[in-house]
């Protein structure tokens, strides 16, 4: 198991979050069938592990060997490959500060705002890590989901680009004009199994809705990918078009040839919006 999170006396937004009986960390369950077995928790990040102590537990080995799998990193664009420890070290640290900030963020929030009819709108999510938990009560690390504002990477002029993603970043938390999108992967031990449908759902509509004010996301995936395609269909994403040739694989080391990149959109109703 991994060390205590947090406090054992703080459970703050419970619900949606759930949080672990013994280490207190929190955590969004997957619905039936998948969880609580299934759920989000934050990343593990431990630099212990770095130093020979073999009883700490953190996410970097996994991280990496998923990372090597080209059953994941050939639909994925950013991640460099060979992807490195010093890779996973980088991420790791980055997605860790993240979550733990947004985690602050929510406790300052829970302090300060007794009242219950007061909305205060949390700038992302604590938690992206996919985990299933096992009968001994360990964890494997099956996959992540990132939600993230975008940075437009559909828009091939670079000056436009930047200053939308330059006005992306500016909005207030909760500004229903902030533009979303996500990143995410699943082992390919867990493929077709329905898992990522329900963790893209659990993401949007238990949290990003409800708690961040996300109003608009925006997303994309490789034509070739059928299988993410179909993940946000089925989370009521639609079609909005096709830039073809526009990734260069052999640039980035995961083969020979150009993928185009399918885009979809997801405008939530005023009603769901409203605090």
Known sequence: MPPTFVSSNFKPYSPP????????????????????????TPPRFDDALRTGDSNCHDDLEPTVRHMNDPAVYMWLQAPPFPYTSKDGVTWLEKINKECKGILNEMEGVWNSTPDPNIKHWISGSPVRIIRERQDDGSDVYIGDVG???????????????????????????????????????????????????????????????????????????????????????KNAFSFVGEQANVIDMKKRGKGDGCLSVKWFSRDIPVEL???
């Open 17 to 40: 979050f759930l949080y672990d009986e013994v280490t207190n960390e929190p955590y969004l369950p997957l619905p039936a069938p998948h969880g609580p077995r299934i759920r989000i």
């Open 147 to 233: 939600i993230d504002r975008s940075g437009f990477p559909e828009i091939l002029d670079k000056q436009e680009r930047e200053q939308k993603a330059k006005e992306n970043a500016a909005y207030a938390n909760g500004d229903p004009r902030i533009v979303w999108t996500l990143g995410d992967f699943m082992a390919p031990s867990h493929h077709g199994r329905g898992i990522m449908t329900a963790v893209i759902r659990t993401i949007i509509d238990e949290w990003a809705i409800p708690y961040m004010g996300a109003r608009k996301f925006y997303i994309g995936a490789f034509s070739t990918n059928i299988g993410s395609q179909k993940v946000f269909i």
């Open 273 to 275: 919006h409203k605090d």
